[in-house]
């Protein structure tokens, strides 16, 4: 979005942490909330360190 300066088609399922600068820790804390809201439960701290994938969220909130 405009906020994040990340174009949106620039992402796809293969997309990570390492290919996107403003993929921070500010916005590792943003996706956390999200995933939370969406799944409806809490995320470890080491679940989250996991998740450094698009296709590993998705994956992640599938299970859950």
Known sequence: NKKNS???NGINLNSCAKKFDKWDS???IKIKN??????K????TSQMSKLISIKKIINFCKRN
């Open 6 to 8: 990340i174009n949106k």
């Open 26 to 28: 500010v916005s590792n």
């Open 41 to 44: 439960k809490k995320i470890s």
């Open 34 to 39: 999200k995933i939370e809201k969406f799944i």
